[in-house]
Structures are given as structure tokens and as C-alpha cells.
């Protein structure tokens, strides 16, 4: 699997952010997005494909349908700025696969 | 709370070792699988091997495959990285970060805050 993501997005504070994340069918995969901000680990805040976990906003949601996956930022906070990065898990040679990731620019 | 906390990162040589260790707490460690990741400066995340709860399991990545070994001690709650031959390309950060009951899973609901790996003479 080789999974596409943007190099980077710009939006506006209060603004919805749309992050895709393009493969192969990955509709059928369970895929999994984690926000990194400078100098920290990452954090998951989508797993399998639309669920939050715990202490992840609301205005954090996702999607995966096809050949794209989405993490869409509703109400955009400077707080969010942050790479993040799409994941799944590869059945056919037991490996993960992470996105290049995408740089959320809050303008 | 869950809690993962890395050390044994540091300074070494082309061609020497390493080994990294992840003390776990805060959750039944036995119960998961556990991974590691790295990510290069200034570049993105790197999945390097996952090892099952007991043990008995582990996948590698094709680069890390020989030159990296995952194990663990559920007596100690601890994950470990054994790097051996150290190359420069293996420099950056190792995260620990815990899977799920079985091992065929990419997810990883909570990662420590990684231990700096510099391979430089």
C-alpha cells in the first residue's frame, strides 16, 4: 500500500480543514489519523476510520470510502496546527503504512 | 493513566548498538501488543516492528528486518529495541507506543515521548 497525503492545507481560523489521505481501495481498510505537533509525540485522534477517541474534540471527525480517507478539522483553532498523518494496517505483507503526512497551516 | 516512557537513546557510532527500552505503565501491559516507530529529523513517521502480548509474534518493516529486534518482559512491563550494525539514516527519534490485544494492527492509542537516537562519529 502506498498511502497520498498533501504536503500541506491553509485555512482559516473557524474554518473547516478537509485532510485526504488517497490509496488503493483503502476503503476497506480501518484507517487511523494522529496529530503531531512541533517537538511532540504524535496523538491519535481518528482510529478506525470514525471514532474519537477519548478527549479528542468533536470538531474532529474522519471518513473512508473508496480510494480516499478524510480527517475534516470543523471550527479550526490555531491550536490545530500540527502534521498529521493517516495510517493502516497492510493484511497482505503484515506491515504498517503511514502517509507522507500533511502540514495544517492556521492562517 | 497510561503512561510509556522511553530511554537508552543517545550517541553512537556507525556500526555499533543499541538497545532502547520502554517501561510501561498505568495499563496491563501483558494485554496488548506493542509497537515501535521512529521518525528521522525533520521527516515523517516510520513504522519499525510490532511484537504480540506474549511475546511469541513480532513483524518487522523490510528495512528493519535483521538488524532490529522487538522483544519484551511482561515481568518488568517493559519493550525493548535491540539495534545492531548502526547506520547514519537510523538516526531520530524511537516512539514506543501501545496496539491492541492482537498484533495485526497499525493503531496506537498512546505513545511516549520518544528517545533521540544519533548516529554520528
Known amino acids: 500500500y502506498v498511502l497520498t497525503q498533501p504536503p500541506s492545507v491553509s485555512v482559516a481560523p473557524g474554518e473547516t480543514a478537509s485532510l485526504p489521505c488517497g490509496g488503493d481501495n483503502i476503503g476497506g481498510k480501518s484507517m487511523h489519523w494522529y496529530q503531531q505537533r512541533p517537538g511532540q509525540a504524535p496523538v491519535l485522534v481518528i482510529h478506525?476510520?470514525?471514532e474519537r477517541p477519548s478527549g479528542i474534540p468533536e470538531r474532529f471527525s474522519g471518513s473512508n470510502s473508496g480510494n480516499t480517507a478524510t480527517l475534516t478539522i470543523s471550527r479550526v483553532e490555531a491550536g490545530d496546527e500540527a502534521d498529521y498523518y493517516c495510517?493502516?494496517?497492510?493484511?497482505?505483507?503484515?506491515?504498517?503504512?503511514f502517509g507522507g503526512g500533511t502540514k495544517l497551516s492556521v492562517l | 493513566q497510561v503512561q510509556l516512557a522511553e530511554s537508552g537513546g543517545g550517541v553512537v557510532q556507525p556500526g555499533g548498538s543499541l538497545r532502547l527500552s520502554c517501561m510501561a505503565s498505568g495499563f496491563s501491559f501483558s494485554g496488548y501488543s506493542m509497537h515501535w516507530f521512529r521518525q528521522a529529523p525533520g521527516k515523517g513517521l516510520e513504522w519499525v516492528a510490532v511484537i504480540s502480548h506474549d511475546g511469541d509474534n513480532k513483524f518487522y518493516e523490510d528495512s528493519a528486518a535483521g538488524r532490529f529486534t522487538i522483544s519484551r518482559d511482561n515481568s518488568k512491563n517493559t519493550l525493548y529495541l535491540q539495534i545492531s550494525n548502526l547506520r547514519p539514516e537510523d538516526t531520530g527519534t524511537y516512539y514506543c507506543?501501545?496496539?491492541?490485544?492482537?498484533?495485526?494492527?497499525?493503531?496506537?492509542?498512546?505513545w511516549g515521548q520518544g528517545a533521540l537516537v544519533i548516529v554520528s562519529s
Open positions: 507506543a501501545r496496539a491492541e490485544a492482537g498484533y495485526h494492527t497499525a493503531r496506537g492509542d498512546f
Open positions: 478506525y476510520d470514525t
Open positions: 495510517q493502516l494496517w497492510d493484511s497482505v505483507n503484515n506491515r504498517v503504512v
